[in-house]
C-alpha cells in the first residue's frame, strides 16, 4: 500500500522554464512534507518541507505547495537550470512518528540547456 | 564537519552467504535511521535508533535483518543469508535530537547485489 505516490517517474523542461513536480499522499495522519533531492551515486539531500498549518513554503527559486483537502503537493522550481537535473522524492511524517519518512518512488527531472 | 558515511559503497555477493553493511552518523547525532530502495522503487524505513536504542524496527522485511548500534556511535545492518530480493541502495541517515521533523541526513548508501 503505497501512502506518497509520485505518478510521474520523469520530467523534461527546458533551462529557465519552471519545473513541477507533483505527489499525492493517501494518509490524512500526515502532517509534514519534504522533498529530496537525489544526483546519481549520492544520498537524498533535503530540499524542502512544508506543515500541514501552512499552505506554502518558498525557499529561493523552490516552492512547496500543499494542498490538504485533495492531499497533494508539489514543488514548482522558478526559474530552471541544468544543475536541478536529477531524481526528487517527495516524502511525509505524521507527528509522534519519529521522523519515520513516508517517501514516494520519485521523478527524474532533465532539465536541458 | 563530515556527514554520515557509509561502507562498502557497493557489494556484491551470493544467494545465501552474509553481508554486513556499516554506517557512521554525523558527530553528535542521536537519531540514526536506516533505509533501503529497491529497483527504483519508493525508498523504504528499514528502522530507527535513537543512541543505542531501537526504537522503532517495524520496516525490518524479517529475521535475517539484524541492525546494531553498539555505544550509540555507529550502527551495523547485517543480512544473514541473503535472499535475491535483498538487492537494493540501503541508506543510512541521522539528525539531531528533538521533537520530530528535524531534518535527515542520508549517507550515499551501499549497493547490495544479490546474485
Known amino acids: 500500500d503505497q501512502q506518497v505516490k509520485q505518478n510521474s517517474p520523469s520530467l523534461s523542461v527546458q533551462e529557465g522554464r519552471i519545473s513541477i513536480l507533483n505527489c499525492d499522499y493517501t494518509n490524512s495522519m500526515f502532517d509534514y512534507f519534504l522533498w529530496y533531492k537525489k544526483y546519481p551515486a549520492e544520498g537524498p539531500t533535503f530540499l524542502i518541507s512544508?506543515?500541514?498549518i501552512k499552505d506554502k513554503n518558498e525557499d529561493g527559486r523552490f516552492t512547496v505547495f500543499l494542498n490538504k483537502s485533495a492531499k497533494h503537493l508539489s514543488l514548482h522550481i522558478v526559474p530552471s537550470q541544468p544543475g536541478d537535473s536529477a531524481v526528487y522524492f517527495c516524502?511525509?511524517?505524521?507527528w509522534g512518528n519519529g521522523n519515520k519518512l513516508v517517501f514516494g518512488a520519485g521523478t527524474i527531472l532533465r532539465v536541458k540547456s | 564537519e563530515a556527514g554520515v558515511t557509509q561502507f562498502p559503497s557497493h557489494s556484491v555477493i551470493e544467494k545465501g552467504q552474509t553481508v554486513t553493511l556499516r554506517c557512521d552518523p554525523i558527530?553528535?547525532?542521536?537519531?540514526l535511521y536506516w533505509y533501503r530502495r529497491v529497483m527504483g522503487k519508493e525508498i523504504k524505513f528499514l528502522l530507527h535508533f535513537v543512541k543505542e536504542s531501537k526504537q522503532d524496527e517495524s520496516g525490518m522485511p524479517n529475521n535475517r535483518f539484524l541492525a546494531e548500534r553498539t555505544g550509540g556511535t555507529y550502527s551495523t545492518l547485517k543480512v544473514q543469508p541473503a535472499e535475491l530480493e535483498d538487492s537494493g541502495v540501503y541508506f543510512c541517515a541521522s539528525s539531531q535530537a528533538g521533537t520530530g521533523n528535524e531534518k535527515l541526513f542520508f549517507g550515499s548508501g551501499t549497493q547490495l547485489s544479490v546474485l
Open positions: 516524502a511525509a511524517s505524521a
Open positions: 558527530s553528535g547525532h542521536d537519531n
Open positions: 512544508i506543515s500541514s
